[in-house]
């Protein structure tokens, strides 16, 4: 039988079609190379706008675990390391990236993916001094890989520790876009800039075909830091590509209008989930939920739909992981709803 549908992530499909014609339109256009073309140029002094921050430093990378590697990279000592939850992406998803430029991922068991000053306060009492790592930056995501946010008073906390303790706060915003539009947002993206040091906000998961939009408030970070984009391969060329898309996704705010769909997709089967009484492993109003069902519904529903099993709990149950996606169709999630609605407890 074939699938109907993958609820497996939020890039399977292309990209938005509006990027799609703003590629065409200008694909016989000649432009500067190397991020110096004029979408380029636009869509940077967009994000510098909507920060309220004209002296940012915006730089647009092809990819995710790219930009956490560049970034980390380039900001930690040899001697240094960053803090993550456990379920970090640095940490379980990036084989072994950060790991690989020499510097230790310092990890913190969480229940929701979200970091708090009591959480990483542990971390910090190194002893003997000078034996051990020295704990630099701070990593969250948001929203989470538990699909989490963080409210505002819980980032204002995370940063001002941060400050109190010499650490830098870097937010991976791979899917900062569907935080954003999350029903229980309170932050703006000149909340985020103000309270981080360094973050990104992420197309590659939200309409975009690939593109990371990195963003460096912190003076003492952004010298040089075109140098590492170069020496890592990340400097395109053509940057026009990523360039058209961020201009692209921002210009009329796109990009939050099309992750206010994907989350819309996801509050639809929670609430079906919610009828039927399954429990979840934690309150996501995002695009990814994590619905506690029994083995026997997941085996009827692999039958029709593709999804990531994220954990067995016990013999008779697991959490899936569903996410949405800025295309995921209505009629989709219906067929999915019809499979769980005809499910026998």
Request: glycine content about 6%.
């Amino acid at each position: 039988m074939s699938l109907i549908y993958s609820f497996a992530n939020d890039y399977s499909e292309g990209c938005h079609p509006s990027i799609l014609e703003n590629l065409t339109v200008s694909n016989y256009q000649q432009f500067s190379g190397y991020g110096e073309d004029p979408y380029t140029l636009e869509s940077s002094e967009i994000i510098r706008n909507k920060i309220n921050n004209s002296k940012a430093d915006v730089h647009l990378i092809a990819g995710g675990t790219l930009t956490n590697l560049l970034v980390l990279g380039a900001i930690l000592k040899p001697f240094e390391s960053v803090i993550s939850a456990e379920s970090g992406h640095i940490n379980t998803h990036e084989a072994g990236a950060i790991e690989a430029t020499g510097h230790k991922i310092e990890t913190v068991l969480t229940t929701d993916g979200k970091l708090s000053p009591e959480l990483i306060l542990p971390v910090l009492n190194k002893f003997p001094p000078y034996h051990t790592v020295k704990p630099k930056v701070v990593y969250i995501s948001n929203s989470t890989e538990l699909g989490t946010i963080y409210k505002k008073n819980e980032l204002i906390k995370l940063y001002e520790f941060c400050l109190e303790n010499n650490l830098l706060l870097y937010l991976d915003g791979a899917r900062l876009a569907s935080g954003m539009a999350a029903s229980s947002n309170d932050l703006t993206l000149e909340d985020i800039a103000k309270y981080t040091d360094i973050f990104y906000l992420g197309a590659t998961k939200c309409g975009g075909l690939i593109g990371e939009a990195l963003i460096i408030t912190h003076n003492d970070l952004k010298t040089d830091f075109k140098y590492h984009i170069k020496q890592r391969g990340a400097m395109l060329a053509k940057g026009r590509l990523l360039g058209i898309q961020f201009y692209s996704l921002l210009k009329d705010d796109l990009i939050f209008k099309i992750a206010h769909h994907s989350n819309l997709m996801a509050v639809k089967l929670t609430s079906a989930f919610k009828d039927k009484n399954f429990s979840f492993l934690t309150e996501s109003h995002t695009n990814q939920i994590f619905p506690i069902l029994p083995n026997s519904l997941i085996n009827k529903l692999q039958n029709k739909f593709n999804f990531f099993i994220w954990q067995p709990l016990n013999t008779d149950k697991s959490v899936i992981r569903l996410i949405t996606s800025w295309a995921t169709s209505e009629k989709a999630v219906d067929e999915f709803i019809n499979e769980i609605s005809d499910f026998k407890l």
